[in-house]
Protein backbone atom coordinates (compact mmCIF):
# COMPACT_ATOMS: atom_id res chain seq x y z
CA UNK A 1 0.00 0.00 0.00
CA UNK A 2 1.50 3.40 -0.99
CA UNK A 3 1.36 6.21 1.41
CA UNK A 4 -1.16 8.51 -0.31
CA UNK A 5 -3.56 5.54 -0.11
CA UNK A 6 -3.23 4.79 3.42
CA UNK A 7 -3.72 8.90 3.76
CA UNK A 8 -6.63 8.92 2.39
CA UNK A 9 -7.79 5.44 4.40
CA UNK A 10 -6.28 6.86 7.19
CA UNK A 11 -8.25 10.26 6.78
CA UNK A 12 -11.69 8.76 6.54
CA UNK A 13 -11.30 6.61 9.06
CA UNK A 14 -10.88 9.44 11.53
CA UNK A 15 -14.01 11.56 9.58
CA UNK A 16 -15.94 8.23 10.65
CA UNK A 17 -14.27 7.93 13.78
CA UNK A 18 -14.90 12.07 14.66
CA UNK A 19 -18.98 12.02 13.69
CA UNK A 20 -19.27 8.74 15.74
CA UNK A 21 -18.22 10.51 18.92
CA UNK A 22 -19.80 13.64 18.43
CA UNK A 23 -23.15 11.31 18.07
CA UNK A 24 -22.89 8.92 20.83
CA UNK A 25 -20.36 10.83 23.24
CA UNK A 26 -20.15 14.10 22.91
CA UNK A 27 -20.90 16.97 20.66
CA UNK A 28 -17.71 18.98 21.12
CA UNK A 29 -16.24 15.76 19.20
CA UNK A 30 -16.95 18.11 15.76
CA UNK A 31 -14.10 19.58 16.18
CA UNK A 32 -12.04 16.86 15.45
CA UNK A 33 -13.94 16.42 12.52
CA UNK A 34 -12.87 19.97 11.70
CA UNK A 35 -9.24 19.82 12.10
CA UNK A 36 -9.39 16.67 10.19
CA UNK A 37 -10.90 18.31 7.48
CA UNK A 38 -9.06 21.85 7.89
CA UNK A 39 -6.05 19.65 7.99
CA UNK A 40 -6.85 17.75 4.05
CA UNK A 41 -7.43 21.14 3.46
CA UNK A 42 -4.31 22.68 3.94
CA UNK A 43 -2.37 19.78 2.88
CA UNK A 44 -3.94 19.98 -0.56
CA UNK A 45 -2.34 23.61 -1.04
CA UNK A 46 0.57 22.97 0.82
CA UNK A 47 1.78 18.89 0.33
CA UNK A 48 2.87 18.62 4.23
CA UNK A 49 0.74 16.84 6.37
CA UNK A 50 1.79 15.42 9.36
CA UNK A 51 0.07 12.64 9.13
CA UNK A 52 2.03 10.76 6.64
CA UNK A 53 5.10 11.74 8.49
CA UNK A 54 3.81 9.65 11.03
CA UNK A 55 2.65 7.04 8.55
CA UNK A 56 5.95 6.82 7.22
CA UNK A 57 8.03 6.37 10.39
CA UNK A 58 5.95 3.78 12.42
CA UNK A 59 4.67 1.51 9.29
CA UNK A 60 7.61 2.50 6.61
CA UNK A 61 5.51 3.29 3.71
CA UNK A 62 6.48 4.81 0.32
CA UNK A 63 5.14 6.88 -1.78
CA UNK A 64 3.46 6.22 -5.15
CA UNK A 65 6.38 7.71 -6.89
CA UNK A 66 9.33 5.66 -4.86
CA UNK A 67 6.66 2.24 -5.48
CA UNK A 68 7.48 3.34 -9.42
CA UNK A 69 10.96 3.92 -8.99
CA UNK A 70 11.57 0.30 -6.88
CA UNK A 71 10.28 -1.36 -10.09
Request: proline residues 2%.
Given at each position: ?46 GFCP ?15 ELAN??
Open positions: MSLERALTAFAGFMVLLSVALTVWVHPNFIWLTVFVGANLFQQSFTASIALRKLFGLKTERSR
